[in-house]
């Protein structure tokens, strides 16, 4: 039997349990990407934005582990941010 008939049979349709798991996926990066950027948050104690700032304003200076922080924290959001409108588009999809 194939999954297609097990769907059928369930009442369910394969786009359906498509767009329930594209929707579960996204939810579950959204939810790894929002605890990452909020361990970052707490840790520095400001927005990202702010963070971003304050380390893009150092001169002569270098602190290599806020700058390692700094491309883990936006790639995390960058991440975040990605699936958000990926999950915009599930919800669009037909």
């Known amino acids: 039997m194939s999954i297609a008939e097990i769907l059928k049979q369930a009442g369910a349709s ?3 349990a498509l767009r ?3 929707t ?3 939810l579950s990066k959204m939810s790894r990407y929002e605890s990452e950027c909020a ?3 707490k840790k520095y104690g400001q927005t ?3 963070f971003q700032n304050q380390i893009m304003a150092l001169h002569n200076e270098e602190d290599f582990q806020a700058e390692d922080d700094l491309m883990d ?3 995390a959001q960058e991440a975040l941010n990605w699936w ?3 999950l915009e588009d599930i919800n669009r999809a037909v």
Request: aromatic share 20%.
């Open 73 to 75: 924290w936006e790639f």
């Open 24 to 26: 579960l996926l996204a």
């Open 84 to 86: 958000k409108e990926k």
């Open 20 to 22: 329930e798991h594209a």
């Open 14 to 16: 394969e786009t359906l």
């Open 48 to 50: 990202f934005q702010s």
């Open 39 to 41: 361990l970052f948050e």
